[in-house]
T-cell receptor, first 117, second 110 residues
């Protein structure tokens, strides 16, 4: 079974703090993703990575950065947390599209519910 | 950015009634994936549709991909309380991440 784990299920931080959210997958997937999920807005992509040391901005990268030093680990960093970053953060991983009609299925971690006070 | 539109946002049904959620795009979709997220859980992959007009079934769930590949639907026959959750459609284009709809949240009363 694919396993995607996230460092914390619940996290409470203060405005201005630096926050690290860690994600680890054990299936040797090349692709990793960070989303945030808010009521009425669905899943929104923050950043993704197709390889080690590689990153690309998603739809809402402002206020976030990422790090991918090892294939299995993808970290989301909030340099200076703000109250509007209170949200559920979901990490996902997948293998790249192989050939023909195949497409990559994303496997999600359990999520980290971050509250910024 | 590009987005797939999903309707309705919320749906409440009585147990035993049918339920349908729709996913629409203004552009031709390369494929569609459907996910289910239970309350308090994370999204779980259900199925992918690739071919024009494709129909796939999983027990009480029927997934369709439009002939023009611009829309898709998920239909649940005779809903059960275990069907509650949020259903997402998502499109994957080569070289990009999945683009998710906002989801349809289904509640079922017994």
């Amino acid at each position: 079974d694919v396993k995607v784990t996230q460092s914390s299920r619940y996290l409470v931080k203060r405005t201005g703090e630096k926050v690290f959210l860690e994600c680890v997958q054990d299936m040797d997937h090349e692709n990793m993703f960070w989303y945030r999920q808010d009521p009425g807005l669905g899943l929104r992509l923050i950043y993704f990575s197709y390889d080690v040391k590689m990153k690309e901005k998603g739809d809402i990268p402002e206020g976030y950065s990422v790090s991918r030093e090892k294939k299995e680990r993808f970290s989301l960093i909030l340099e200076s947390a703000s109250t509007n970053q209170t949200s559920m953060y979901l990490c996902a991983s997948s293998s790249p599209q192989l050939a023909g009609d195949e497409t990559d299925t994303q496997y999600f971690g359990p999520g980290t519910r971050l509250t910024v006070l | 950015g590009q987005q797939v539109m999903q309707i309705p946002q919320y749906q409440h049904v009585q147990e035993g009634e049918d339920f349908t959620t729709y996913c629409n795009s203004s552009t031709t979709l390369s494929n569609i994936q459907w996910y289910k997220q239970r309350p308090g859980g994370h999204p779980v992959f259900l199925i992918q549709l690739v071919k024009s007009g494709e129909v796939k079934k999983q027990k009480r769930l029927t997934f369709q991909f439009g002939e023009a590949k611009k829309n898709s639907s998920l239909h649940i026959t005779a809903t059960q309380t275990t069907d509650v959750g949020t259903y997402f459609c998502a499109e994957h284009q080569a070289g990009t991440a999945l683009i998710f709809g906002k989801g349809t949240t289904l509640s079922v009363s017994s």
